[in-house]
């Protein structure tokens, strides 16, 4: 087993309030499985998994000068590992601007402990309804397209080089309410929940 293995280990203990090591060692990341155009390439496993609850956010905005539409404006949601039944935060997840990108806004996954993060480019999508349900958004194959160090060095996130979203519920931009100019500016937050997988190279 690898140092980073280890340290992977002991800093899931800070979060989850010190279960046993045995509880956490013999742990494993069970990957549901997914329509072919999202699978995750050879040589990658998921070393984090997180429960996401949160929202996906929307504003009205007028795409011509006679009509208007929802326009995404980015998520907002906790990550949980679920522990003997219950829910420990293990990661927020926003929009932000990447340094890596000259500062454009990606999709980003902070980790609550040592606020190492990780910003992700949406690679394929699937709306596959052997898989995603009619009232949720897209299940998403990321990339991740930038990484950064907490500061004081913590790295937990930065080996992950692929992001699974999947299992998700709601978060469609809504059907109605941006129809009229007193709707200009509206704001949504609707409720979704998704369920996070990182991956990284095989050692």
């Known amino acids: 087993?690898?140092?980073?293995?280890?340290?992977?280990?002991?800093?899931?203990?800070?979060?989850?309030?010190?279960?046993?090591?045995?509880?956490?060692?013999?742990?494993?990341?069970?990957?549901?499985?997914?329509?072919?155009?999202?699978?995750?390439?050879?040589?990658?496993?998921?070393?984090?998994?997180?429960?996401?609850?949160?929202?996906?956010?929307f504003i009205c905005l007028g795409t011509t000068k006679k009509s208007m539409a929802w326009k995404f404006t980015g998520p907002q949601a906790t990550l949980f590992l679920k522990v003997d039944g219950q829910l420990q935060q293990v990661a927020t997840h926003f929009l932000s601007a990447?340094?890596?990108?000259?500062?454009?806004?990606?999709?980003?996954?902070?980790?609550?402990?040592?606020?190492?993060?990780?910003?992700?480019?949406?690679?394929?999508?699937s709306t596959d309804p052997a898989?995603?349900?009619?009232?949720?958004?897209?299940?998403?194959?990321?990339?991740?397209?930038?990484?950064?160090?907490?500061?004081?060095?913590?790295?937990?996130?930065?080996?992950?080089?692929?992001?699974?979203r999947l299992n998700t519920t709601g978060g469609l931009a809504p059907a109605a309410g941006c129809d009229s100019l007193a709707d200009l500016g509206a704001v949504r937050l609707v409720p979704y929940t998704a369920d996070y997988f990182f991956y990284r190279a095989d050692q």
């Open 1 to 57: 087993m690898t140092l980073r293995f280890f340290r992977s280990i002991l800093l899931c203990a800070i979060v989850v309030g010190t279960p046993s090591f045995a509880a956490i060692a013999q742990a494993q990341i069970a990957v549901p499985p997914v329509p072919t155009d999202i699978q995750v390439p050879e040589g990658f496993s998921a070393f984090l998994e997180g429960y996401a609850i949160g929202t996906q956010n």
């Open 98 to 125: 990447n340094p890596g990108e000259n500062g454009l806004a990606r999709p980003t996954w902070q980790h609550s402990t040592d606020t190492s993060a990780v910003w992700g480019r949406v690679k394929a999508s």
């Open 131 to 164: 898989y995603v349900e009619p009232d949720a958004i897209p299940w998403l194959l990321l990339e991740v397209a930038g990484a950064q160090l907490g500061p004081t060095g913590g790295d937990f996130m930065t080996d992950a080089v692929f992001i699974h």
